[in-house]
């Protein structure tokens, strides 16, 4: 049974930094690709970095480049996502997915997890 379950979530001022974590069950880790999405208030879902856990160079949409890093714990089995330079255009609900193909646009998620909620203000 696969399982995503995403912490760290919270309230952080603008300028701030705050670090995601996907706990991941279920998955042969090593040789899955799984990402970050959000979702705004009253926008759309964006896909915002994923990592193919076998190797790799992870990949960051615009969104998230500069600003965020995605990195794996393969003896955690843990995705973490570390946010910095936050703004209140920032403040969403963060998602840790699985991709298959392993590429951001939503038609490759196949796996959502319940997600957690990010302010900035």
């Known amino acids: 049974h696969v399982q995503l379950v995403e912490s760290g979530g919270g309230s952080v001022q603008p300028g701030g930094s705050l670090r995601l974590s996907c706990l991941v069950s279920g998955y042969t880790f090593s040789s899955t690709c799984l990402g970050w999405y959000r979702q705004p208030p009253g926008k759309d879902r964006e896909g915002l970095a994923r990592?193919?856990?076998?190797?790799?160079?992870?990949y960051y949409a615009n969104a998230a480049k500069d600003r965020f890093t995605i990195s794996q714990d393969n003896a955690k089995h843990t995705l973490d996502l570390q946010m910095s330079s936050l703004t209140p255009e920032d403040t969403a609900v963060y998602y840790c997915?699985?991709?298959?193909?392993?590429?951001?646009?939503?038609?490759?998620?196949?796996?959502w997890g319940q997600g957690t909620q990010v302010t900035v203000s």
């Open positions: 997915v699985v991709l298959n193909p392993c590429s951001l646009p939503l038609a490759s998620v196949t796996q």
């Open positions: 990592i193919s856990l076998g190797g790799g160079r992870p």
